[in-house]
């Protein structure tokens, strides 16, 4: 069994779980790399902020952790997902009261991913989905993600590995599964989320990273030709880390030295922030 509910090893949720129904709670997305929880206080940190944002009862880190490990005690390395809801309800959008959360953690393979994408750079589309605009909602991994299931529909493909997504003004926000930036004359830049788009944990650290490195980052709402007129543009997930940009819709970039040097520094420090799961 690769999957608990409630601490519970199951594979089933109840019909009437808000996250089911109404796409109710968050999750996070977390490497498994031999056994260690890669980076496992900041996605938790992320969780308790969205559960916190979304008035949903902040579940026990402790318990979290006493779970993972009992799911990856049979699993070393690849992918481990949490996700909670708001737990069950009736019908309508009105919150039980009170709330009982549920808690859903699954373990996957690692996705299959060339090694290549890191060293030789990766194809982007730009997408025609648009991302809707909703300050309240922005920058929380929440479950309600048909905007990226029907962009994802646009990569017809196999050549292009991530699409880029704009928000209905135009202006580029993130990829449909990693966050963005580009580099122009040594400055890093990153589009401001603060209206949509996901607040990625890798966009967080990378962000450290180029400050505590001397290299200057600037968040803002930029426009697709100051991403299409840059240097170098790269991507961010928990997954894959950091993939360089060569091509987006056929305009070519180069896969730079700022790009390489925080995907250096960046693995370095996953090494850092590792949790021991597989111990008793």
Not at 229 to 237: G, L, M
């Amino acid at each position: 069994m690769n999957s608990l509910i409630n601490g519970r090893p199951s594979e089933q949720i109840r019909a009437d779980d808000r996250g089911l129904a109404y796409g109710d709670g968050l999750f996070e997305t977390i490497e498994v790399d031999q056994g260690r929880l890669v980076y496992w206080q900041r996605h938790l940190d992320r969780l308790t902020n969205g559960c916190s944002r979304l008035s949903i009862p902040i579940p026990d880190r402790s318990q979290l952790l006493a779970e993972a490990k009992q799911l990856l005690q049979a699993n070393n390395s690849g992918v481990l997902k949490i996700t909670i809801t708001r737990g069950t309800g009736g019908r309508g959008y009105s919150h039980p009261n009170p709330s009982l959360p549920t808690r859903l953690i699954t373990f996957h393979a690692q996705p299959d991913y060339p090694p290549a994408y890191q060293t030789q750079g990766v194809c982007l589309k730009v997408c025609s989905s648009r991302l809707g605009i909703n300050p309240q909602l922005a920058g929380l991994k929440h479950l309600n993600r048909l905007e990226q299931v029907i962009a994802r529909a646009e990569l017809d493909s196999p050549k292009q590995q991530e699409g880029l997504m704009l928000d209905y003004e135009g202006h580029p926000v993130e990829g449909i599964m990693s966050n963005l930036f580009w580099v122009s004359s040594g400055e890093i830049f990153t589009p401001d989320l603060g209206l949509c788009g996901v607040s990625g944990v890798i966009r967080e650290i990378v962000i450290e990273l180029a400050e505590k490195s001397g290299i200057p980052c600037r968040i803002g709402r930029f426009t697709i030709d100051h991403l299409l007129a840059s240097d170098e543009v790269f991507v961010t997930n928990s997954l894959i880390g950091i993939w360089p940009v060569h091509d987006l819709d056929d305009h070519l970039f180069s896969i730079g030295e700022v790009t390489l040097f925080l995907l250096k520094q960046l693995n370095k420090d996953k090494k850092k922030n590792l949790e021991i799961a597989n111990e008793k």
